[in-house]
């Protein structure tokens, strides 16, 4: 979720504290199913006159629910998954999951170990393209996500750690892109192409006998500190990074960032360098991982800056949202 819209959903918040809380509902949710274990899916907007005190003393605004086992739940109107025990009235649990989920039902699921549990599961919107088969887990119970093996399938390859990461937020360069340096002459050129006199003291030495460097720049940005390693793992055929943005929220206006990420990786001449991204931007939701750059083969030196964007001083000029 971007910045601006996790205050807005705070103040709105605060402001339910007060008043009965009402959202237009633009279309009806789906109905209940009856046979085996019911589950429910939310419409686009919601209304709610229920209001339910978490066992942390505050309170969350839900509509429908579902049930199962002697456990009723719900998706509260600011995502929280809360669960009241039937018999007794008292709320088990009011856990935040994120607003990439919009349907809850239950399934009786085998854990890492063997375990079998009745669960609650997320599911994500109808209207839901990027993950839509994507679940996720919370013990009926006790609300603890579960770990279910097989739900997501892993890269191939060992997993592996870059001898150095680095990163940062300013850079001279507003437009994104993406290099792969294999010589020393190259990374200082492209050093003095990104910073000009002021290269970053972090950045260490690099043995390019054994090394490259893979630079990853977003240019012209907002609210991140840099670009950060999520997973690197090696196969047979490529090195494949994945790269997290380390973004941080502001209530007054944003910051303007031009964030990169520097990842020294084994020298692999025959092997493909892989870089995905993470394109879920909803707090919570599951990582959504997407192919952002493939290098098939390491470059000769004389080519492997070629089409760089360039640079400039004015690091406040063509910004836009």
Known sequence: MHARAHVVAILVFILAAAIPFAWAEDRPQSGVRSEGPPSITYGA????????????????????????????????LLWDLVAVDTKTKKTLYAVN????????????????????????????????????????????????????????????????????VWSG???????????????AANWTKLTAHMFGTKVPKPFGKVDFETEVVLVVSAGNGWNCNGIGLS??????????????????????GGEKVRPYGVFV????????????????NLIGGPALWTES???????????????????????HRGWSR
């Not at 978490?54 to 086992?69: C, F, Q, Y």
């Not at 047979?236 to 997290?244: D, G, K, N």
């Not at 750059?293 to 690091?315: N, Y």
């Open 45 to 76: 907007s919601r209304t709610s006159g229920t209001w339910i005190e978490t066992p942390g003393g505050t309170r969350v605004a839900v509509g429908r629910g579902v049930e199962w086992k002697g456990v009723k739940v719900y998706l509260s």
């Open 97 to 164: 999951v994120g607003a990439f989920w919009n349907g809850l039902g239950f399934k009786q699921v085998t854990q890492r170990g063997g375990t079998r549990v009745w669960a609650v599961e997320l599911r994500p919107g109808p209207r839901t393209r990027a993950g839509k088969d994507r679940r996720q887990y919370h013990d009926l119970r006790s609300g603890k996500r579960l770990d279910v093996p097989g739900l997501v399938k892993g890269p191939s390859g060992k997993a592996f750690t870059p001898r150095a």
């Open 169 to 183: 937020k300013h850079s001279r360069v507003p437009k994104p892109f993406h290099a792969v340096v294999s010589t």
């Open 231 to 252: 997973a690197a793992f090696e196969d047979a055929r490529r090195l494949l990074v994945r790269t997290q943005r380390q973004s941080f929220q502001t209530i007054d």
């Open 265 to 280: 990786l084994p020298k692999r001449a025959a092997k493909a360098y892989v870089v995905e991204r993470n394109r879920q």
């Open 293 to 315: 750059f493939r290098l098939a083969r390491l470059l000769p030196p004389a080519k492997a800056l070629a089409g760089l964007p360039a640079a400039s001083d004015e690091p």
